[in-house]
């Protein structure tokens, strides 16, 4: 994190802010690319790995977007609204790699320990930031994974856009209490949109068994529902966990 933003996140509270449209839209083209390609990789097993590869840097994208904007509204300062495609898509590369290989390893460990069961959700650590994780663990996995994401991202503004994992890693443990606290308070938070997403997903098949309405109207309603509950996870997300890390700073100094 950079002086000024650390500095700005010190000084200020997070004002009441009315999130205009347009902040959400910014994000949508990412995580309608995500959606889709999380359906082909569902329905085509021949491509599946590209695909998933491409929903990943898709969430990754969108993950920046929110980044930046929450920032803002902790009225801090950041670059990233200055970095162009090319920049974002090589910072959004480095992450992935370096998260890939945690949820692998994190797969083989759970799977080791015999939680056969559990140990493919820990490869969806990165996809449950915007869409929801079927488990429990899973969505405070998620949570841990968001955390770290975030701070590697802050730590390329500091080291001059190099993604260094162990660094964010030492970070995370050192500023525990609190974005470990908000960590733990976003888990909970995913159980709760987990619940409510699931309400109406029953609703909405029992709506798609009985209505009579057009299928195009039947899509639009379940794409609203997605992209609904998906751009509200991933604002949920960065709001929580910037302020865990703002609340970092101000009681450590």
Do not use: C
């Not at 950041?78 to 495609?85: E, I, K, M, Q, R």
């Amino acid at each position: 994190m950079t002086i000024a933003l650390r500095r700005q996140l010190q000084q200020h509270t997070f004002p009441n802010v009315s999130f205009g449209p347009f902040r959400f839209l910014e994000a949508m083209p990412w995580l309608v690319l995500a959606a889709s390609m999380r359906v082909i990789a569902f329905n085509n097993p021949f491509i599946a790995i590209p695909a998933i590869v491409l929903a990943s840097v898709a969430v990754l994208h969108a993950f920046l977007v929110v980044t930046q904007r929450s920032i803002e509204l902790a009225q801090g300062q950041t670059s990233l609204g200055a970095l162009d495609f090319t920049e974002q898509s090589r910072l959004t590369r480095a992450i992935l790699w370096r998260i890939g290989l945690l949820m692998i390893a994190a797969s083989i460990a759970v799977l080791a320990a015999g939680y056969t069961s559990i140990a493919p959700h820990m490869m969806n650590g990165l996809d449950g930031m915007a869409f929801d994780q079927f488990t429990g663990i899973g969505k405070f996995w998620s949570a841990a994974v968001a955390a770290l994401t975030l701070l590697m991202i802050v730590g390329a503004e500091r080291n001059r856009g190099h993604v260094r994992f162990w660094e964010a890693a030492l970070e995370f443990a050192r500023r525990g209490l609190w974005v470990g606290a908000a960590v733990i308070a976003l888990g909970i938070i995913y159980l709760g949109l987990g619940l409510g997403q699931g309400l109406i997903r029953n609703a909405l098949w029992h709506f798609y068994q009985t209505s009579a309405a057009h299928q195009l109207i039947k899509n639009l309603i379940y794409f609203v529902f997605i992209f609904s509950f998906a751009m509200l996870r991933l604002w949920v997300t960065l709001l929580v966990l910037t302020w865990g890390l703002k609340q970092s700073y101000i009681r450590t100094g």
